[in-house]
T-cell receptor
Framework: DVKVTQSSRYLVKRTGEKVFLECVQD?????MFWYRQDPGLGLRLIYF???????EKGDIPEGYSVSREKKERFSLILESASTNQTSMYLC?????????????FGDGTRLSIL | GENVEQHPSTLSVQEGDSAVIKCTYS??????FPWYKQELGKRPQLIID?????GEKKDQRIAVTLNKTAKHFSLHITETQPEDSAVYFC???????????FGAGTTVTVRA
């Protein structure tokens, strides 16, 4: 069974802090994604990565960056946290090999910026 | 990019009745359509998916239909049970990459 693990379930940070959200998957998946989930807006893609050292902007990348130094790990970075980044953050992964693959999600990190 | 609209945003049904959620997509190149269920406090989990070469797919009480011409697809849950209460998300993928575009979600409540 695919395991996508996010380092924290809940996180409270202050405005202006640099925040790191970590995600690890154990299925050797090439593709990894970061979403934020807000009520009434569904899941919106922030960044994704098809391979190590590779990253692509999603639909809402402003205020975020990512790092993919190892295949299994994909980190989301809030360079200078702001209150409008308070949200649920979900990491997902999917294998390469035929388009149209389901994404496997982590449990999410509920981030509050005070 | 792809735009997915999902309706209704909330749905309340009596236990044993059917529930239907509808989604439309904008890009005719989309060819993969998964549905996710997210229970309160838990991760989204895939419950069924359909590819554009298929018009309908069924898995026990859950079915999905796809109308490529009209660019819409629907989730049907029959004989609803309290454990079907959750938020359901539809999604679409254009197939040339691995990205998914999600609908805004439907909160389904099954009344006992």
């Amino acid at each position: 069974d695919v395991k996508v693990t996010q380092s924290s379930r809940y996180l409270v940070k202050r405005t202006g802090e640099k925040v790191f959200l970590e995600c690890v998957q154990d299925m050797d998946h090439e593709n990894m994604f970061w979403y934020r989930q807000d009520p009434g807006l569904g899941l919106r893609l922030i960044y994704f990565s098809y391979d190590v050292k590779m990253k692509e902007k999603g639909d809402i990348p402003e205020g975020y960056s990512v790092s993919r130094e190892k295949k299994e790990r994909f980190s989301l970075i809030l360079e200078s946290a702001s209150t409008n980044q308070t949200s649920m953050y979900l990491c997902a992964s999917t294998p390469t090999g035929g388009k149209g693959q389901p994404q496997h999600f982590g449990d999410g990190t509920r981030l509050s910026i005070l | 990019g792809e735009n997915v609209e999902q309706h209704p945003s909330t749905l309340s049904v009596q236990e044993g009745d059917s529930a239907v959620i509808k989604c439309t997509y904008s890009d005719s190149a989309s060819n993969y359509f998964p549905w996710y269920k997210q229970e309160l406090g838990k991760r989204p989990q895939l419950i069924i998916d359909i590819r554009s070469n298929v018009g309908e797919k069924k898995d026990q009480r859950i079915a999905v239909t796809l109308n490529k011409t009209a660019k819409h697809f629907s989730l049907h849950i029959t004989e609803t049970q309290p454990e079907d209460s959750a938020v359901y998300f539809c999604a679409a993928s254009m197939g040339h990459d691995y990205k998914l575009s999600f609908g805004a979600g439907t909160t389904v409540t099954v009344r006992a």
